[in-house]
Nanobody
Framework: EVQLQASGGGLVQAGSSLRLSCAAS????????IGWFRQTPGKEREGVCIINSDGSIRYADSVKGRFTISSDNAKNTVYLQMNSLKPEDTAVYYC???????????????????WGQGTQVTVSS
């Protein structure tokens, strides 16, 4: 059974940090690009960052310098370290996986092979 399990969300104050985890099972993790997305009610889903199977990384401008994505292939887990959190980072965060070249389908079209369930991140001012 394929699973993407996102965890680590919570309620924090502005300026704080959180680390989200996306644990994968049931597929060849190291062959996939893994992306983090977020969504708030009434807004379009936003790509946060992506780590591709070749190790290349892309960040949304809104999180550059504050968020860091990393991968532990031994644990089939991708992490999202979020520092200097802002109220506008409040959203449900999702991870997703695909195998398109350089993750173009996942990053630009938000299409993927697998979506995980979301984890809520709430940043209070």
């Amino acid at each position: 059974e394929v699973q993407l399990q996102a965890s680590g969300g919570g309620l924090v104050q502005a300026g704080s940090s959180l680390r989200l985890s996306c644990a994968a099972s049931g597929f060849s993790f190291d062959e996939y690009n893994i992306g983090w997305f977020r969504q708030t009610p009434g807004k379009e889903r936003e790509g946060v960052c992506i780590i591709n199977s070749d190790g290349s990384i892309r960040y949304a401008d809104s999180v550059k310098g504050r968020f860091t994505i990393s991968s532990d292939n031994a644990k089939n887990t991708v992490y999202l370290q979020m520092n200097s959190l802002k109220p506008e980072d409040t959203a449900v965060y999702y991870c997703a996986a695909d195998r398109s070249a350089a993750g173009w389908r996942l990053w630009f079209l938000h299409e993927c092979d697998y979506w995980g369930q979301g984890t809520q991140v709430t940043v209070s001012s």
